[in-house]
């Protein structure tokens, strides 16, 4: 419904006055800037809650894959913190891989190596003007 709105706020002329007045858009408080910001704020909020969940579902797997060694009879393992990471972050490939194949961890291991090439660069010293 927020998407016909703003869709309806953008159209312009005769189409867009009658989209306006179908959907009650002419009068009151609302205005295209609310309607835009709400719009992104909720699509932001799906794909954060996105993120969560398969970061969830990682440390989930990691979780479960350390309470089945513990079963089978290797003893308690407690791991390092980069051995935990390590292991959340394969899981996390993992889950990506379930769900949109070889493509879409390419894509994510592209997108995390030029995250990281910005991030150096950002900290490197700019060189000095003479």
Request: positive net charge; glycine residues 6%; aromatic residues 4%.
């Amino acid at each position: 419904k927020l998407k016909k709105r703003v869709s309806a706020w953008k159209t312009t002329g005769k189409k867009g006055q009658k989209a306006r007045k179908k959907l009650g858009l002419t009068q009151g408080n609302n205005t295209f800037e609310n309607d835009q910001e709400e719009l992104t704020r909720l699509i932001q909020e799906v794909a954060e809650r996105k993120k969560a969940n398969l970061v969830r579902a990682a440390k989930r797997t990691v979780k479960k894959k350390l309470r089945e060694d513990v079963a089978s009879g290797k003893g308690v393992y407690y791991p390092k913190r980069s051995e935990l990471r390590k292991m959340e972050l394969e899981a996390k490939f993992e889950e990506i891989r379930k769900r949109g194949g070889d493509e879409a961890v390419d894509k994510a291991i592209a997108k995390r190596r030029k995250k990281n090439v910005a991030k150096s660069h950002k900290l490197m010293p700019s060189h000095m003007v003479k």
